[in-house]
């Protein structure tokens, strides 16, 4: 099994900037695509950016040119750089891992972690 632990939320105002971390931790695990979603109140939860094992990544078209999302393999550990927040990048914060185990044929699990908060003032 493995469990995510995040970091980094919290209150910023309008163009601040903030850096979510989220770490992997368990045995005998390999991490394929690691990424970021936010969920508002009342609204759906939404991808924000994703970053495969190759490197490759997406983001959403609000946050572009605005986010970077980054990992360090040796860590297990996804990052979000947030620039020039906005109020509207007000949301909880949920850090998403897609792993197998080692060794053998293995299925793809997914992985949430509990979210952390960020709130943009304006």
């Known amino acids: 099994q493995v469990q995510l632990v995040e970091s980094g939320g919290g209150l910023v105002q309008s163009g601040g900037s903030l850096r979510l971390s989220c770490l992997a931790s368990?045995?005998?695990?390999?991490?394929?695509?690691m990424g970021w979603y936010r969920q508002a109140p009342g609204k759906q939860r939404e991808l924000v950016a994703a970053i495969r094992s190759g490197g490759s990544t997406v983001y959403a078209d609000s946050v572009k040119g605005r986010f970077t999302i980054s990992r360090d393999n040796a860590k297990n550990t996804v990052y979000l750089l947030m620039n020039s927040l906005k109020p509207e990048d007000t949301a909880v914060y949920y850090c998403?891992?897609?792993?197998?185990?080692?060794?053998?044929?293995?299925?793809?699990?997914?992985?949430w972690g509990q979210g952390t908060q960020v709130t943009v003032s304006s």
């Open positions: 368990g045995s005998s695990f390999s991490i394929n695509a």
């Open positions: 998403n891992v897609n792993w197998n185990y080692k060794g053998g044929y293995s299925p793809t699990y997914q992985t």
